[in-house]
């Protein structure tokens, strides 16, 4: 599950997988905003054929949080 995330993640906010881990944080290291975050959001629905709701989505503060969601 972290590799397809890993890689989502990657692509989304180019950036190498070496930089992405557990812990890396949305908005301190990716310099994620609300509209990043709302693409993540759209992304993961349709890679995982989920439904990610708004309260979800604000949780998400560390990769482990999109992981343990997911899970």
Same mark, same amino acid.
């Given at each position: /599950?972290? #590799?397809?995330?890993?890689? @989502?993640?990657? =692509?989304?906010?180019?950036? $190498?997988? %070496?930089? @992405? ?6 908005? #301190? !290291?990716? $310099? *994620? $905003?609300?509209? =990043? /975050? @709302?693409?993540? *959001? /759209?992304?993961? #629905? =349709? ?6 709701? !708004? %309260? *979800?989505? %604000?949780?998400?503060?560390?990769? *482990? !949080?999109?992981? #343990?969601?997911? =899970?």
């Amino acid at each position: /599950m972290f #590799e397809k995330i890993r890689k @989502i993640l990657c =692509d989304q906010f180019e950036t $190498d997988e %070496e930089f @992405i881990t557990l812990k890396t944080q949305f908005e #301190e !290291d990716l $310099d *994620a $905003d609300y509209i =990043d /975050m @709302i693409d993540l *959001a /759209m992304t993961l #629905e =349709d890679e995982f054929s989920v439904e990610v709701p !708004d %309260e *979800a989505l %604000e949780k998400f503060k560390t990769v *482990a !949080d999109v992981v #343990e969601f997911l =899970d």
